[in-house]
């Protein structure tokens, strides 16, 4: 971390403005470079970087201020995140937690006296199947034991300034591949069946396969490709959303490390089927030690002739891929929000419509898609539709990537067919006398045993990517509570009923626990949650209270045990 000089802090501005050029939109990677550098992003740093970008000095300050990664303060040489998202609280967060502040000698929230290490906690960060984990600046570390802690602390003692993004003691835990992950595609293949049919082949052949979005809301793929190919503009955007931050979801992390070019692949289809000259893949800040692979592979294939002006030879067809890090916040995962990150400003979902397949990054025609989507698209050009359509059910074609951690033998990633039932997924990972499932993550629903005949697709029970088993020992309130918890940090409070929603329930639930909670009272929250659903603005606020009703509905008696406590 360097000390701030305002020469070499212009130089630093400049150079960034050089690459991305002098706009808002080049906002994040300059912030994050400021942030990389010096450790916090100083007043005459957001100066700087208003002036060079000619935009406002609380502009800047408006970008900066939304995001958990940026500091306005100076922070300490080590930022230490424990993620305290359920799957790793079920892990035994909490003695980590303890350990860490023993060592330390200060509490969550405070820093080192002598400016070396801070404690924060964090939401999600994407290793539930190997928790507990923790970030320490980009350093990732899983499997975290007391002991380890101790280590992880003298070594940084140790080795200040050699520092490097990284994973340590990481497993990618494919545990079960199907059509997708094991079914052998010849590098490319998919794409170069793209670039032999006229554009509106390409999206027949993706519309003949009912392919459905595989980030969580499931819109038929086909769709929104043939819309922004219709959207007028000059200039239109793929975008790639590898955002994933909902609690218990890291499937996407098996993908973006193990199956890089058929994501790639897959964008640059897209990117021939709407008329796109360019593709971005919105990274989490929290999976920055994956940046540089992807950069790596981007270079291949550029030297490859997969990317860049007439791609595979074909003429008239230029297409390239730039990595954009997100720095922190959940909300960015919904697509508008992600275009306003990207445009260098505070992550806040917009009204829609417009939808971005028609307005959106920098106002132009944009598809936005998850990982999984495109490593689909890829092996539906090369195997066709009815090769993908042999699996799952009428509504939901295909087969899918489950993140599965909590109580179960083994955590990891598996790939079932659409249409598994919650039954036979708890058999295959080893969760048979589970008690719920949580499915969909925090925003998703949870299922009691009762209910486990329950098909995992849109029709159903809708898949999202994450599936969170919950043993018979589980004390479903604190679940709730964690949920809760979760969305009141991560609701950019953008509009009331989300802002003030999730802070009343997180309170709900804790008189709950505490065995306050009147019937009226509860009453009063269900029609809260009720009012939530239809007056938030974007998904978040919809779905925020999913969890928490479903578990007062389906567990009565750990509910209100407490009540007669
Ligand atoms: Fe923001 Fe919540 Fe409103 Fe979504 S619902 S825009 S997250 S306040």
């Given at each position: 971390m360097q000390t701030i000089d305002n020469d070499n802090l212009r130089r630093d501005v400049e150079a960034v403005a050089e690459k991305y050029g002098r706009k808002r939109a080049s906002l994040m990677p300059l912030l994050q470079t400021l942030q990389a550098k010096y450790g916090y992003i100083s007043g005459p740093a957001m100066q700087t970087a208003a002036e060079v970008l000619d935009i406002r000095p609380v502009e800047v300050y408006d970008t900066v201020s939304f995001y958990s990664f940026f500091r306005t303060e100076k922070s300490a040489r080590y930022t230490i995140r424990l993620c305290q998202t359920i799957s790793c609280d079920m892990k035994n967060k909490q003695r980590i937690a303890r350990q860490l502040e023993n060592e330390l000698g200060v509490k969550f929230g405070q820093a080192t006296p002598d400016g070396a290490f801070a404690l924060e906690y964090a939401n999600c960060l994407g290793m539930c199947d190997q928790g507990p984990a923790m970030l320490v600046n980009d350093r990732m570390y899983v499997k975290v034991t007391p002991e380890k802690v101790a280590e992880i602390v003298s070594e940084c003692r140790s080795h200040f300034g050699a520092y490097k993004p990284g994973l340590y003691d990481f497993e990618p835990n494919l545990r079960e591949g199907g059509?997708?992950?094991?079914g052998a595609s010849a590098p490319n293949a998919g794409l170069r069946v793209a670039l032999a049919k006229p554009r509106v082949d390409v999206i027949n052949a993706v519309r003949q396969s009912g392919l459905r979005g595989r980030?969580?809301?499931?819109?038929p793929t086909a769709t929104k490709w043939q819309l922004a190919a219709a959207a007028k503009g000059e200039q239109k955007f793929v975008v790639c959303n590898a955002d994933e931050g909902e609690p218990g979801t890291f499937k996407d992390r098996l993908l973006l490390l193990d199956f890089t070019d058929p994501m790639f692949e897959g964008m640059t289809i897209a990117g021939y089927a709407i008329g796109a000259t360019k593709g971005i893949v919105y990274l989490r800040g929290e999976y920055a030690f994956l940046r540089e692979r992807l950069e790596d592979v981007l270079a291949k294939r550029r030297k490859a002739g997969l990317l860049g002006k007439g791609v595979l030879g074909k003429a008239g067809f230029e297409f390239d891929i730039e990595i954009r890090m997100g720095a922190g916040a959940y909300v960015c995962g919904e697509e508008t929000a992600l275009i306003e990150s990207l445009e260098g400003k505070r992550g806040e979902p917009r009204n829609r419509p417009p939808f971005p397949v028609n307005t959106g990054l920098d106002g132009c025609p944009t598809s936005v898609n998850n990982v999984e989507t495109f490593v689909a698209c890829a092996m539906i050009l090369d195997k066709g539709a009815d090769w993908f359509k042999?699996?799952?059910?009428?509504k939901s074609t295909g087969t899918k990537l489950f993140s599965v951690s909590g109580d179960c033998a083994t955590p990891g990633v598996y790939e079932f067919p659409m249409g598994i039932t919650v039954a036979e997924l708890l058999r295959a990972v080893g969760g048979e006398n589970a008690k719920a499932v949580q499915v969909g993550g925090a925003s998703g629903v949870c299922v009691p045993a009762s209910q486990?005949?329950?098909?995992?697709?849109f029709e159903d029970a809708a898949p999202g990517g994450s599936i969170i088993v919950f043993g018979p020992k589980r004390d479903m309130l604190h679940v709730a509570e964690n949920f809760m918890g979760f969305f009141a940090e991560e609701s950019c409070g953008q509009c009331v009923p989300c802002r003030i929603g999730c802070a009343k329930l997180l309170e709900g639930v804790r008189m709950l626990q505490r065995g306050e909670c009147s019937m009226a009272h509860l009453n009063e929250l269900k029609g809260l949650s009720q009012t939530m659903k239809i007056a938030s603005k974007c998904g978040l606020g919809q779905t925020a209270s999913n969890a928490f009703m479903s578990i007062v509905n389906h567990f009565g008696d750990e509910v209100f045990g407490r009540q007669a406590e």
């Open positions: 059509p997708l992950l094991s980030g969580g809301a499931g819109f042999k699996q799952g059910t009428e486990f005949a329950r098909q995992i697709a």
